[in-house]
């Protein structure tokens, strides 16, 4: 037999073997518009939300939650509208998860005050005893590091300027820090004295919260 | 002696590293087995289920299946090509340098260096090192290729082949990332895109390490172990072919419903259809080797470790392509009964298979008996009573999450909360621990068998 006695030419045809189902079903797509479309309701991540979700990556929290409602009807029920493609547009890495210990959180933003998700984060037990997600209340005694926000986002390519990204910190530090901020006294009881008048990861994380989903929320409620 | 200048002791490292990741990964396992029905073991951050499971299939997909592949491949190479390893200091190198990734690996992961991409989670100084890693492991196999003394060869060199060509596409490809600072990076691929090409690389990355490489090991091992030739030797070839082209294309079943477009979801399954008989092909070959022999079951113990691997190898690429179909992908996918799917691979083949195989190859490289064949069958009831409680409660578990999701009242309003699926699998979790615990106590009798025959003093001088 030929090809069994000739290891460079086997190894050639296997790259060649490999790379058909490779380029049809992955690389092709990679090109084609409609893989990736990108619409204008839904916008980029705010230098805090994105912070946010840098935080989201690093505690692993897509090893238990997904982001995609399927087009089912139980799932809709549940969850909300569907997931389309042009949410995504914004997301490098995809955090679509594959395991549903804890539910979707692609409709997740508005659904709860902020107040509501600074006391589930901090004890997730307290507010449902039987849950088994980890407690998060260590993310509040965290200073948001915001060092590397515009360089985030400009890798990302939201195309915020430098200004921007200082404003939108800023603006979001004031809101959360604000003596009329509607959830305070959780922020507050959460929070170590001396960052209350700070951004804390916990800011960062749930301002994420309350960015998923909000875009196609604000879609249907303009309709 | 026979063995004219083969490098053995690169064999042995790998080896034993193997069975330190091994360990390693399986106690990571039992932490976030008891996280889930008792979140407080969750300590630390460092030690938190986010992050520990990703630890968890790293320190087993790359520390104990990579580090087994290298053990095995190194011993094969040079067996089927009657040639000494080209560049032995290359590979005691490739050895050190290993052990020092995983490591790093393991630390990473725990302070939360982790890009989220499934079985790609390392950071991007990691993947360069993961690449370097590959290239000194691929230059000995094209060179002892290229010097071979042995002119045909034999099939397990064709699934060795595949694996370093694919594994060095996949991990390229997938891991392609603009880094933001030494521990941080964002994939270049957005959204629908991203998804896309994080599967396909997921599900070929456990191909071409959890199946070609233990293929080739299967169809090395068996034959040796029991003394006779593979079945059909066409037959290896029709399925070697075939499931490498088919492979590729099957990412997808992974993204079901998902927003990815639905011609490259539609095309996934009839691939991962397709792949049930390149992969029965195999489980053909080997149930037919020992055709006329099978009283070897009860006589020889490496042959009930084979013949269960790929028996599970089968039911695997099966139940894979049957849960891949829209229809029962929407009540499984997201529930722990995927989680049993990809245990019953991983503990019931790949395990059985990469034990049998040591269990050959350590004795011969080293010039030692097996210490003890009573404790290797020990280890053999433990590691397959162990696995079957696992996945089975977890199939059991999974259909009942799955059909409580769905369940609805008479009015059409849902019938369960989110939490009330969750909690009812608690008792699920604490019988899923216990099959853990007694698939552990398995691997250490056999991680204590090996350390016994090697430490034993060498059996008369071979002739």
């Given at each position: 037999?030929?090809?069994?006695s000739?290891p460079?030419v ?13 380029v049809?079903t992955?690389?092709?797509p ?23 979700r840098?935080?989201?990556i ?5 090893n238990?939650?997904?982001q ?11 969850y909300?509208?569907y997931?389309?493609?042009?949410e995504f ?12 210990t ?21 004890s ?6 039987l ?11 965290n200073?948001?590091d915001?060092s ?5 986002t ?7 300027t ?7 910190i800023a603006?979001y ?16 009881l ?7 008048g700070?951004?804390?990861e ?5 301002a ?12 249907e409620?303009?309709? | 002696?026979k ?5 053995y ?5 790998f080896?034993?590293s ?5 360990v390693?990964?399986?106690i990571?396992g039992?932490?976030i087995a008891f996280e ?5 073991l ?6 938190s ?8 299939t ?13 053990a095995?491949s ?6 089927l090509t009657r040639t000494?390893l ?17 490591a790093?690996a393991a630390?990473s992961?725990?302070a939360g260096?982790?890009t989220?991409?499934?079985y790609?989670e ?7 090192g993961?690449v370097?890693?590959w290239?000194?492991?691929a ?8 010097k ?9 060199l064709w ?9 060095a ?7 392609l ?5 030494l521990?941080k990076?964002?994939s ?19 191909g ?7 293929l ?20 290896s070839?029709?399925?070697f072919?075939?499931?490498i082209f088919a492979?590729?294309?099957t990412?997808?079943h992974?993204l079901?419903l998902t927003?990815?477009?639905e011609?490259?979801?539609?095309v ?14 195999s ?10 022999n099978?009283?070897?079951m009860?006589s020889n113990?490496l ?9 599970f190898?089968g039911?695997?690429?099966?139940q894979?392509?049957?849960?891949g179909l829209r229809t ?6 997201y ?7 990809v245990?019953?691979?991983?503990m019931?083949?790949?395990?059985m298979i990469?034990s049998a195989?040591f269990?050959?190859?350590?004795p ?17 009831w ?11 409660t977890?199939?059991?578990g ?5 059909a409580m999701w ?13 939490l ?5 699998l ?12 007694v698939?552990?106590?398995g691997?250490?009798?056999?991680g ?13 001088a071979?002739?």
């Open positions: 037999m030929g090809i069994n000739k460079v086997f190894a050639v045809l296997s790259a060649v073997v490999i790379l058909i189902g490779t049809v992955v690389f092709v990679l090109l084609m518009p409609s893989t990736q479309p990108v619409s204008s309701y839904v916008k980029p991540y705010t230098a805090v939300e994105l912070e946010g840098d935080i989201y690093r505690e692993g929290c897509n238990c939650h997904t995609t409602v399927r087009p089912l009807r139980t799932e809709v029920l549940r909300g509208e997931s389309k493609a042009e547009a914004y997301d490098r890495p995809f955090l679509w998860g594959s395991r549903r804890g539910p979707d959180l692609n409709r997740l933003g508005g659904k709860y005050p902020d107040s509501w998700h600074y006391k589930h984060m901090q997730p037990q307290s507010m449902f005893e849950s088994n997600m980890p407690p998060y209340g260590w993310l509040a005694a200073r948001l915001t590397n926000s515009f360089r985030k400009s890798i990302q390519g939201f195309g915020y430098e200004q921007q990204v200082k404003q939108q603006d530090q004031a809101r959360v820090t604000a003596s009329n901020y509607d959830s305070k006294t959780t922020r507050d959460v929070t170590p004295t001396n960052l209350r700070e951004l804390t916990m800011d960062a994380i749930i994420y919260m309350q960015k998923l989903g909000r875009d196609v929320k604000s879609l409620a303009g309709r | 002696m063995d004219n200048g083969y490098e002791s690169v064999v042995r490292g080896a034993f193997a069975l330190f990741w091994l390693v990964g399986l990571v039992l932490w889930m029905f008792n979140p407080a969750n300590i630390t951050p460092w030690l289920f986010g992050r520990l499971r990703v630890v968890h790293n320190g087993l997909g790359l520390g104990f299946g990579l580090a087994g592949i290298f095995t190194y011993y094969m190479l040079q067996r000494p080209p560049f032995p200091k290359l590979a005691k190198v490739h050895l050190w340098l290993f052990n020092a990734a995983i790093l630390i992961l725990m260096m982790n989220t991409k499934e790609a390392l950071e991007w100084p990691l993947d360069i993961v370097i890693l290239v000194m492991f230059v000995n196999v094209f060179a002892i290729l290229i071979r003394r042995e002119k045909q060869m034999y099939i397990s699934y060795l082949i595949a694996m370093t060509v694919t594994i596409v996949l991990y390229i490809v997938n891991n990332e603009v880094p933001v600072t521990f990076s964002y270049i691929y957005a959204g629908a895109n991203d998804a896309n090409v994080e599967w396909w690389y997921a599900h070929n990355i456990v071409f390490i959890f199946t070609v490489p233990v080739a090991m299967f169809y090395y091992f068996l034959p040796k172990a029991t003394g006779l030739p593979i079945y059909s030797h066409r037959l070839i029709v399925s072919w075939s499931l492979y590729l294309w990412g997808a992974h079901m927003p990815l477009p011609w490259i979801q539609t996934a399954i009839a691939f991962s259809i397709f792949l049930i008989a390149p992969s029965w092909g489980v053909m070959n080997g149930y037919y080797t020992l055709q006329g099978w009283e070897q009860r113990y042959a009930k470790f084979f013949i269960l691997g790929i028996t190898y039911l695997q690429t099966l894979g392509p049957l849960q029962l992908n929407a009540f499984f996918h529930t722990d009964w995927v989680v049993g799917h245990h019953m691979g991983t019931g083949w790949v395990t990469i195989s269990y050959y190859m350590i011969k490289i080293t010039g030692r008996e097996i210490y003890s064949i009573r404790l290797a069958n020990v280890h053999f433990f590691i397959l009573a162990g696995q079957l409680v696992w996945t089975i977890m199939w059991i999974g259909i009942q999450q799955g769905k369940a609805t009242n008479p009015d059409g309003s849902l019938m369960y909360s989110f009330d699926g969750l909690t009812s608690y008792p699920y979790y604490r019988i899923r621990f216990a099959g853990g615990v698939y552990f106590i691997i250490l009798i056999f204590w068998n090996l350390i016994q025959t090697v430490r034993q003093r060498p059996a008369t071979e002739a």
